[in-house]
């Protein structure tokens, strides 16, 4: 038995065809084109289970869900999914959600097509901020995710993650990967101050150079020198003076 909500139930007993048949009268139209239904696999015997994911099939020609029409208890596959020849556009949905199906012809038996997702079965509502008041003020489209990563991408290899975790992954193809607030390194620009330290392997090669250019005379040698900020102001500190024109990054 799978419940639409308190007080009413759906029931294998109810046969809309039955009842169609009992109302009918000439001239009257008694098919459903559209409906309510809840995402749900049905098995041979006409049993409702709203727990197997089987209900869902994801593959490369579509996404197939099986649904129970309300308050009929017919059930029937429908496709899920906003395609077309250069986009796809899908949120998730799961079993026992309460969606809402475009029948064709008015027809059980044809694929119907799920047009919304109405409400999931853990009472998902609109999303509040911090103040307790919903994001959405009718003056902006939101696109928000519960718990799930909101994935953007092209068929070229660019592709921008929003993660749960407050990270934003963006990938412009060819391995060229940059992680906003969950990479391991600052992103640096013009006028940020940097420091560089000069290692002992650099301080020796610059040695090297300077006494092979004649600027230096060779001593007697002595322990490995140690590792010295770089010092063009006392302070250590330099500034980036040049950043890159297609690259941006803050304000």
């Known amino acids: 038995m799978a419940r639409r909500r308190a007080g009413t139930a759906i029931r294998r007993s109810w046969d809309a065809r039955r009842i169609g048949r009992a109302l009918a009268h ?3 139209d008694l098919r459903h084109w559209v409906s309510y239904a809840t995402v749900a696999a049905v098995d041979e015997s006409g049993n409702i289970d709203l727990t197997n994911p089987s209900a869902i099939v994801i593959t490369p020609g579509g996404i197939d869900v099986d649904v129970v029409l309300e308050p009929s208890g017919y059930p029937m596959t ?31 038996s044809m694929v119907g ?3 919304s997702v109405t409400s999931a ?15 959405f003020k009718n003056d902006r489209l939101l696109i928000m995710a519960k718990g799930v990563p909101v994935d953007v991408r092209t068929d070229g290899g660019a592709q921008m993650l929003l993660n749960p975790d407050g990270s934003v992954a963006i990938s412009a193809g060819g391995g060229q990967n ?5 990479g391991s390194r600052g992103v ?10 000069l290692s002992s ?3 020796t090669n610059i040695i090297a150079s300077a006494v092979a250019a004649g600027l230096v005379i060779a001593g007697s040698g002595g322990p490995p020198p140690k590792p010295v900020p770089l010092n063009q102001d006392e302070t250590g500190i330099s500034e980036i003076a040049e950043g890159s024109g297609t690259v941006l990054a803050g304000d």
């Open 78 to 108: 429908c496709r899920y999914g906003q395609a077309a020849a250069g986009f796809f556009i899908c949120g998730p949905i799961k079993v026992g959600d309460q969606v809402v199906v475009d029948i064709p012809d008015g027809d059980p």
């Open 178 to 182: 940059t992680t906003f607030n969950g």
């Open 121 to 135: 079965p853990d009472g998902s509502v609109v999303p509040v901020g911090d103040d307790g008041l919903p994001i």
């Open 188 to 197: 640096a620009r013009v006028g940020d101050k940097t420091k560089r330290t």
């Open 201 to 203: 392997t650099d301080i």
């Open 26 to 28: 000439q001239g009257a």
């Open 113 to 115: 097509k799920i047009v």
